[in-house]
């Protein structure tokens, strides 16, 4: 089993989310301790509607972007897909397509399940330039009929 996605998965998935959480709702809180009702900067409606557009907006582009992508590990007959807390084990005969993303052409790939799976019927992953390639050449006979690229 080898590893074909990049590193910064782990990053983008855990520790990007948590960062940005950790960081907007520590300084909403800290200046709501600092000003502690002297300006009535809470009570003034823009600034909630500001708050919930920052958090909003991030949790839209932590939930639609940086949770899709997933770890990916294969071999000569299977594919691994994990989210850090679980793996699931697919065959090849599983999989209908393999494509090159239209935003990164060449570093995401999408895999095109052809029935849904426990992530979803299309899995995304980051992958590492030199892995993904390493294991192209090496697995050439397994990829021709599945990997479409644009």
Do not use: C
């Amino acid at each position: 089993m080898e590893r074909v996605s990049s590193q910064l998965t782990i990053f983008l998935r855990i520790a990007l989310p948590t960062i940005w959480l950790t960081t907007v709702l520590s300084l909403t809180f800290l200046l709501a301790w600092i000003v502690r009702g002297k300006a009535q900067v809470f009570s003034n409606p823009i600034v909630w509607i500001g708050l919930i557009l920052v958090l909003g907006s991030g949790f839209v582009f932590i939930w639609y972007v940086l949770w899709r992508f997933y770890r990916v590990d294969m071999d000569g007959r299977y594919v691994y897909i994990s989210n850090y807390f679980k793996t699931f084990k697919y065959p090849y005969s599983d999989i209908e397509s393999i494509r090159s993303s239209t935003v990164l052409p060449g570093r995401i790939f999408v895999i095109q399940l052809k029935s849904k799976g426990s992530f979803g019927k299309e899995i995304r992953f980051l992958a590492s330039q030199k892995l993904w390639s390493d294991f192209l050449e090496e697995h050439a006979d397994i990829f021709q009929n599945l990997l479409v690229i644009r």
